[in-house]
């Protein structure tokens, strides 16, 4: 009897050794042929793709197989070996895709006669066929301005209101571009609380855009120093 008391064991040891073997049995999936299995699918594709990627490009197809275990994506598919190498040699050699630099003219302000009055750095140069002008100066060529719902957001997520629209403005270009014709015809936007610097160092290169539905979007391709007051 005591023999038999001894190998029972306590309730809570019983419960240990149930634990331990309920932590080794695992359910394996059952076989299925290689004639039977399906395709792969996009989640296995994607994460294939992503583990290729990580592949440095000098090492061949059966060591970065082993090494970075390709094989295990297509478990449950019926690709082959042969099939997993055309994938990962589709994508490997795979360009990436570059955008091309667009060379910085580095100016942003542009002098320009207006009414017969010359002004060096009072048209801010959008890179569209709209400009920014500050208030002051227009105020002093006594243009007529329309009223606008306009902002401009800048890169350092400030923004300032603007203070009206001036539409067909005819100017002729100072510079000394060929791209932009000696007299042609702008549309200006008035900003009440942006003061351009007249000096011809510029230090910063704020971008802004136009968050007006009605009016064109403005695409900043030059360089600036702005002031916000």
Known sequence: MESIDSNMGTPIDNN????????????????????????????????????????????????????????????????????????????????????????????????????????????????????????????????????SKDSFTFVDSSRVNSAGMIKNVKYSDSSSEPAIPESASVDIRIAASVDFQSSESIGNKPSESDDSNSSESIDTKHSASVETL
């Open 16 to 147: 240990r050794r149930a634990a331990i073997d309920d932590r080794h049995c695992h359910t394996k999936k059952p076989y299925i042929p290689k004639h039977l299995r399906r395709e792969a699918n996009k989640v296995e594709l994607d994460g294939f793709h992503k583990r290729v990627k990580m592949v440095p490009k000098d090492m061949c197809f059966e060591d970065a197989y082993h090494k970075y275990r390709l094989g295990n994506f297509f478990r449950e598919s019926k690709e082959t070996d042969k099939d997993i190498e055309l994938l990962f040699n589709n994508v490997s050699r795979k360009p990436k895709r570059t955008l091309k630099k667009e060379q910085d003219p580095g100016k942003f302000l542009i002098p320009s006669s207006i009414h017969s009055h010359h002004l060096p750095n009072a048209l801010c140069d959008t890179g569209s066929i709209v400009s920014i002008m500050a208030i002051d100066t227009a105020e002093l060529l006594g243009l007529k301005m329309e009223p």
